[in-house]
């Protein structure tokens, strides 16, 4: 079963990267699937991490402020929203609202034989069907992640030095320690991985026949519980990356 | 031709709307990674300054000089100098480097909270900027480890206060001796004994006052007789009294009788004052006699030439 999931991962991320699967046939397709994948999920997200983001950077702000160490805040906001909370809650949310749906629609499609179908008309199936839904997915994530970020930078400027332009050399400043270049090689590489693993496991399992073992979980439990193991381990690796 | 799948509904507009949103995402990506490139000092132009420190530990690459309180400065890279030293490569960028100049001080500060400082004071303004490459000693004040030394200083402070209360300690001697004294200042003796030591001398020193008071008593009557002696009726002083009123008429018959020989003097002056006039005539006198013997001489002299009876008179021719 993981060996046939990982076949299929990687077949799919192939077609990912190959130019062919982005050609004149597809591409309205896949750009549907983009702008309905990402669109409707930006606003509310955007919100969602905003007020989050408040909460958190004034619990920080504040404490570190009554031990005396408010030179520190600033950093941790950063590292703790910026670097870890943003790109996994950007994940988890995508996963949630965009991609778990989206891999149940696959395999209802190839429950009730639609892709079956597809395959007889001459079509593949991953092409027309599963890349454009992974490209939604990795795309979701990675402009969640983004947008959120500089949204909680800009909110944590204005908490912390409020309705002024003068702190920003500082701030900058700031900013430019906690992203040396290998906590931002880690933070992209983190937010990449993390839009592979909710986009790519719930589609291929989705799209791929169930076995015939003793399988007692459904395919989509399945396929959740490998994509939150999978977002821990990503999580898990970073960390170790940045602190170790 | 592929027909596309129809699971998803196609609108002819969405193909415009992904591309904005592509623009968009791709947009910020690289405004933040630009951001984050200015943030890093990608962008600015540096110079270098290399501190040098026999112990880097704290230091890390990323962190900021700071001049007053403003970051002036990035640490770049941290190397080990072939004697052991540690180099810290610092980036300063141009536009602040004039804070720097040749006699600038650099301090690494470690607190007990928080990670190491690098801190740059610059006490003269005027003198010439730093240049480029500069290499400079930073001088290391450490809150942490000052705490061994710390440790040490109150170790032996304890100890010493310890060997100060034991019980065979010089401090507890004297103290105990203190004790005695008090003891013996408030025995039969009291400060005497304290002060002569034992308890014979203190009695022979109180038999010494003794005597003298008596003694004293003696001095007094003697007193009292010899003023009697001195100033009584038939004392001394009545005596002298009347010596002296004696003495007072002594002296002005003396004085009368000086008066006496003083006008027998002014006579005896006025004798010699005459006696003097009296020779000044004698010399008068005696010109005039000298006198009168020569016109007596150059008479007889007339006489004699004039006289035929001269003896031999004439004058003989050779």
């Keep these: ?109 190839r429950a ?67 992203f040396n270049p290998s906590v931002a090689l880690i933070f992209a590489l983190k937010t990449l991985f993390f839009s592979l693993a ?11 026949e169930p076995s015939s073992g003793e399988v007692r979980a459904t395919p989509e439990l399945q396929g959740l519980v490998r994509m939150f193991l999978l977002i821990l381990l990503i999580e898990v690796a970073s960390l170790i990356g940045n602190y170790y | 031709m592929q027909s596309p799948p129809e699971s998803v509904p196609i609108n002819p507009r969405m193909e415009f709307k992904a591309a904005v949103l592509l623009v968009l995402v791709a947009l ?48 770049s890279a941290i190397e080990l100098a072939p004697d052991g030293n540690a180099r810290i490569l610092v980036d300063v960028p141009q536009k602040d480097a004039h804070w720097l100049r040749t006699s600038s001080i650099f301090t690494m500060e470690r607190g007990l909270v928080g990670g190491t400082r690098i801190r740059a004071y610059s006490g003269i303004l005027t003198d010439p900027p730093l240049p480029d490459g500069a290499e400079r000693r930073v001088l290391r004040g450490d809150a942490t480890a000052e705490i061994p030394r710390l440790m040490n200083a109150a170790r032996d402070l304890l100890s010493n206060l310890q060997a100060m209360t034991a019980s065979d300690s010089a401090l507890n001697n004297s103290l105990a001796n203190v004790q005695g004294v008090t003891d013996r200042l408030k025995g039969p003796q009291g400060a005497l004994g304290l002060l002569l030591g034992n308890e014979a001398d203190a009695r022979k020193l109180i038999t010494t006052l003794d005597r003298t008071n008596v003694l004293l008593g003696r001095l007094d009557g003697l007193a009292v007789k010899a003023d009697t002696q001195v100033f009584g009726d038939k004392g001394v002083m009545p005596e002298t009294r009347a010596t002296v009123a004696q003495l007072n008429g002594l002296l002005a018959d003396a004085r009368g009788s000086l008066k006496k020989v003083d006008a027998v003097l002014q006579e005896a002056q006025a004798i010699a004052a005459n006696t003097r006039e009296g020779t000044s005539d004698l010399a008068a006198l005696r ?15 007339e006489i004699n030439r004039k006289w035929p009876f001269a003896r031999d008179t004439e004058i003989k021719l050779p």
């Design chain 1, 1 to 109: 079963m993981a060996g046939r999931l990982l076949h299929t991962s990687a077949l799919v991320l192939a077609l990912v990267l190959s130019p062919s699967s982005y050609g004149r046939a597809n591409r309205a397709n896949l750009a549907s699937h983009v702008y309905l994948g990402t669109a409707p999920l930006l606003p509310w997200f955007t919100v969602l991490v905003a007020f989050a983001s408040l909460v958190v950077i004034r619990i920080v702000v504040v404490t570190a402020e009554s031990y005396g160490l408010s030179q520190y805040a600033l950093e941790t906001v950063v590292r703790v929203l910026v670097l870890e909370l943003i790109p996994l809650t950007a994940a988890l949310f995508v996963a949630v609202r965009l991609t778990l749906p989206a891999g149940v629609e696959l395999a209802g499609m």
């Design chain 1, 112 to 178: 009730r034989g639609e892709l079956d179908a597809q395959r007889a008309r001459g079509l593949d199936p991953l092409v027309t069907e599963v890349v454009p839904r992974v490209c939604a997915g990795m795309f979701s994530v990675v402009t969640l992640a983004v947008v959120s970020c500089v949204i909680s930078l800009v909110l944590t400027y204005l908490v912390v030095h409020g309705l002024t332009h003068t702190a920003f050399d500082g701030y900058t400043r700031k900013v430019g320690q906690v």
């Design chain 1, 198 to 208: 909710v986009s790519l496991i719930p589609m291929v399992t989705g799209v791929q």
């Design chain 2, 28 to 75: 910020l990506v690289s405004a933040s990674v630009a951001y984050l490139m200015y943030a890093r000092g990608v962008f600015e132009r540096t110079q270098k300054l290399v501190l040098l420190a026999d112990d880097s530990e704290g230091v890390v690459v990323g962190m900021d000089m700071t001049f007053s309180g403003f970051a002036l400065g990035r640490i």
């Design chain 2, 287 to 301: 010109a005039e006699a000298e006198s009168s013997l020569r016109k007596v001489e150059h008479l007889v002299n």
